[in-house]
């Protein structure tokens, strides 16, 4: 069936350093791709997405791009902040399905 | 905005006791779901509502029931509760189409003791 598998964390990184989080699905057609990212005591919101192959999705410095031939959909920010601590999760939809990685905690330190 | 609502957002409930998750969304979304999250664990689908007027297990149904009221509403039930049902518990949305976004309440925090 259709999955979602993502980098387990926890993951610490010093501020200003560069961010790659890894997403890999394994679907029968062609899903949809997103990053949903959570923050301490929230409900989980939506960072980017893409619908077809070899689209980029980007969002507030974050960028991920839908790699059909890896399988692919890793997450990269070029210099983190503070702010960007949260939990990650990489999700798969197909219809009304959404599937989703078990999230990748992150922790930027100053 | 108001987007997806759920309520309540914190209870303590005992061992077999019953309450209901109630959720409302105001996007005219066709799709609705409720998963629970746990640590290390990540979502986990426990029902869905494709449409009004049809709901679908997920992955962990056992000891929950729900009822999609009207387009807007989802409710959540859980019969008897037990600490095996101590969780995080979110409500979503989405217009149920291929590569449409889902949107998630704030989440309900609920302790059985």
């Known amino acids: 069936g259709d999955s979602v598998t993502q980098m387990e964390g926890p993951v610490t990184l010093s501020e200003e350093a560069f961010l790659t989080i890894n997403c890999t699905y394994t679907?029968?057609?062609?899903?949809?791709l997103f990053w949903y990212v959570q923050y301490p005591g929230e409900g989980l919101q939506l960072l980017l997405k893409?619908?077809?192959?070899?689209d980029k999705g980007s969002n507030k410095g974050f960028e991920a791009t839908y790699r059909k031939e890896t399988t692919s959909f890793h997450l990269e920010k070029g210099s983190v902040q503070v702010s960007d601590s949260a939990v990650y999760f990489c999700a798969l939809n197909t219809g009304n399905q959404f599937y989703f990685g078990t999230g990748t905690s992150l922790t930027v330190i100053p | 905005n108001a987007g997806v609502t759920q309520t309540p957002k914190f209870q303590v409930l005992k061992t077999g006791q019953s309450m209901t998750l109630q959720c409302a969304q105001d996007?005219?979304?066709?799709?609705m779901y409720w998963y629970r999250q746990d640590p290390g664990m990540g979502l986990r689908l426990i029902y869905y509502s494709a449409s009004e007027g049809t709901t679908d297990k997920g992955e962990v149904p056992n000891g929950y029931n729900v009822s999609r009221l009207n387009k807007r509403e989802f409710s959540l039930r859980l019969e008897s509760a037990a600490p095996s049902q101590t969780s995080v518990y979110f409500c979503?949305?989405?217009?149920?189409?291929?590569?449409?976004?889902?949107?998630f309440g704030e989440g309900s925090w609920l302790t059985v003791v």
């Open positions: 679907a029968t057609g062609y899903p949809s």
């Open positions: 996007m005219n979304h066709n799709s």
């Open positions: 893409a619908t077809k192959a070899d």
């Open positions: 979503a949305s989405t217009a149920g189409r291929s590569g449409n976004t889902i949107y």
